[in-house]
């Protein structure tokens, strides 16, 4: 490649021939002559993992001085098997921590109500090897994600057109926005995936904490909670602490947290073994939907947030009346604080792939998710809102001080598992009031 240099003589003076104005031909810079000391700088001004990527197929010694950006790796840990616990199983099954993300465009968001911003959510993979999930393709130009096919039964739910879903969708890394979403973990064999309802991670050392090579499991599965330490590499049932089934695990800071269907939430400690009551500063004595744990980051924050129904009369329920009240575990304290409306500027996924978040402060504007806000990425219509904190529904009995839908953007979500597409449109009834 070349690239074109041009001089040309004074503004006004004779031109001879020999001032006309000629190109200068000059070689393009020999970026693998570049010191090791430099890359290594530039490297580390890389924020983003998908530029990793792109700058690593500059040349060879750029690919073998920046490594492999490591929150795109999918480690995996054999473990033990079993069919029907506690019977004994001599195979293995894999454990695999795959990498999410949240993609959308570059592009400026659809001033209209019909056109949707659109997000994509999933794990990345670098191979051939599992075809559920998007495929990570670098080359020389450009890194891509491939999204899988949809198959016939999703595109006549999601009324499409079918040129468009029925083959994978191919986005340029460079012209998308990517949040990271943390780690999702996935237990095999694929003939017992669908049993287990939840898995927790906890890095482990000899003092409980994270940082010392070891780790322990903890598997919801058949309604049973069980638990693996790298230590004994063998599964121990946990008699669980609640009458009523577990619906969610999450790990932090050292400790497993539970909580149960009739609202109790529990910490487990990996060795002993012994619950330990984590309950909310006040109960709600309302209908309760569900208490989900919402990790963030490497161990940085742990929210716990409560949807339930002010409306006792199970007859007269309205799903837009749902609202939610969140908090942050103070570990210090041993305690849980509510949060009046500021998550810091995080948006919170709650359903597919568990429950994760982010930092939403470099979300387009306009998009239709924005900070400090809730999405339900499990709603069984497949339509939802977002949960904002303090929305006027205009009237005077709903108490204000809690997070509840804002009816400015509606949420069409269509699920290829383990990816999820959402789309994100203005609603045509934005500015009004909820009832």
Not at 81 to 102: D, H, N, R, V
Not at 305 to 331: I, M
Not at 394 to 415: A, H, I, Q, T
């Amino acid at each position: 490649m070349l690239s074109m240099l041009t001089l040309f003589a004074t503004p006004g003076a004779p031109k001879r021939p020999s001032q006309i104005a000629t190109p200068m031909v000059m070689p393009v810079p020999d970026w693998t002559k570049l010191p090791g000391e430099l890359i290594q700088v530039i490297s580390e001004k890389l924020d983003n993992c998908f530029d990793v990527v792109h700058a690593r197929s500059v040349c060879h010694p750029w690919r073998s001085t920046m490594p492999f950006p490591a929150c795109l790796l999918r480690p995996s840990y054999s473990l033990p098997s079993f069919a029907e616990f506690p019977s004994e199983s001599k195979g293995l099954s894999t454990l695999t921590k795959i990498p999410l993300f949240l993609v959308t465009a570059r592009a400026a968001p659809p001033a209209d109500f019909l056109s949707p911003c659109e997000f994509v959510m999933g794990g990345v993979r670098g191979d051939e090897s599992e075809e559920d999930q998007m495929e990570l393709l670098p080359s020389p130009l450009q890194c891509s994600v491939k999204t899988p096919i949809y198959d016939d039964r999703t595109l006549m739910i999601m009324r499409l057109n079918i040129p468009r879903y029925d083959r994978p969708i191919l986005m340029n890394m460079l012209d998308c926005h990517v949040f990271p979403l943390g780690h999702h973990y996935r237990w095999g064999p694929e003939d017992m995936k669908t049993d287990c309802t939840g898995v927790a991670f906890l890095p482990l050392n000899k003092d409980g904490r994270g940082g010392g090579g070891g780790f322990a499991v903890l598997l919801n599965y058949k309604e049973t909670l069980l638990v693996l330490t790298s230590d004994e590499m063998r599964w121990k049932q946990v008699k669980q602490p609640s009458d009523t089934q577990c619906k969610n695990v999450a790990s932090f800071k050292g400790r497993f947290y539970a909580s149960f269907e009739n609202g109790d939430v529990f910490v487990l400690g990996p060795y002993s073994l012994t619950w330990t009551p984590q309950m909310p500063s006040q109960l709600l004595d309302l209908l309760d939907h569900g208490k989900f744990l919402v990790p963030f980051g490497d161990d940085e924050e742990l929210f716990l947030v409560e949807k339930f129904h002010p409306n006792y009369d199970a007859y007269d329920l309205d799903f837009l009346s749902y609202t939610c009240k969140v908090s942050r575990l103070d570990e210090e304290a041993g305690k849980w604080v509510e949060i009046a409306g500021d998550l810091g500027g995080r948006v919170l996924f709650i359903g597919h792939f568990g429950n994760v978040c982010f930092s939403g402060e470099e979300l387009p504007d306009d998009c239709g998710l924005s900070g400090d806000s809730i999405v339900f990425t499990n709603e069984i219509s497949g339509v939802t809102f977002v949960y904002k904190y303090g929305v006027d529904t205009g009237d005077e009995e709903d108490d204000p001080n809690c997070w509840r839908f804002s009816m400015e953007y509606r949420v069409k979500l269509f699920r290829k598992t383990p990816v999820l597409n959402l789309q994100v449109f203005k609603h045509p009834l934005a500015g009004m009031h909820m009832h």
